[in-house]
């Protein structure tokens, strides 16, 4: 049983730039959650997906957008990258609606220059 | 809808003492309660959740915490503070009427003194 992977590592932007991070489920698990956590911050909520279709929403602007794949490995992508955008971001996996058994990636830190 | 008050963005304790981080949360439904810890530069970990079986919920590293409704708390503990236990702590909600999106609160960095 694989965990969540989470690529790149770290990654460097400029403003307006857009940006594609990835997430590889944990293997069986149909639903993607991804969260921005900003520099002494709790993690926010942006989006969730199942089975390939999104599935609920935080208050994220629609520049921040998703995809998910039948293999269940997942994208969000940030267009026009503003300054406040730099965070670490953070995709979880689950069965269904079971999030009270997600399990997080290590994240990705974007810095927005 | 949901929402999670940590009180306490900063606890200091000493090394043996009694580890207290507290958490209430807000929710309309009977709620999924957590507790993450998150080391530096490192992505999130559960230490133990809450789904309404045990009020008490042991977890790993010797943490636990106890589900209180009348006082909608969730505050987690640890008996004796170890050096390693220095981290950013996250509580968080999820429940039906948020579509299981988990909500966190804002956290509480630990540091724990020699």
């Known amino acids: 049983e694989t965990g969540v992977t989470q690529s790149p590592t770290h990654l460097i932007k400029t403003r307006g730039q857009q940006v594609t991070l990835r997430c590889s489920s944990q293997s069986g698990h149909n639903t993607v959650s991804w969260y921005q956590q900003a520099l002494g911050q709790g993690p926010q909520f942006i989006f969730q997906?199942?089975?390939?279709?999104?599935?609920g929403r935080g208050n994220f602007p629609p520049r921040f957008s998703g995809l998910q794949f039948p293999n269940y490995s997942s994208e969000l992508n940030v267009n026009a990258l503003e300054l406040d955008d730099s965070a670490l971001y953070l995709c979880a996996s689950s069965l269904g609606d079971r999030t009270y058994e997600q399990y997080f990636g290590p994240g990705t830190r974007l810095t927005v220059t | 809808a949901q929402s999670v008050t940590q009180l306490g963005s900063h606890v200091s304790v000493s090394e043996g003492a009694l580890v207290l981080l507290r958490c209430n949360y807000s929710?309309?439904?009977?709620?999924?309660l957590f507790w993450y810890v998150q080391y530096p530069n490192q992505g999130l970990q559960l230490l133990l959740k809450y789904t309404s079986a045990a009020t008490l919920v042991k977890g790993i590293n010797g943490f636990e915490a106890e589900f209180k409704k009348s006082e909608t708390s969730f505050h987690l503990t640890k008996p004796s503070a170890h050096m390693s236990d220095a981290a950013e702590y996250f509580c968080a909600v999820s429940d039906s009427t948020g579509g299981f999106k988990t909500i966190f609160g804002a956290g509480t960095r630990l540091f724990v003194k020699a």
């Open positions: 997906y199942y089975r390939e279709e999104e599935n």
């Open positions: 929710s309309s439904v009977p709620p999924y």
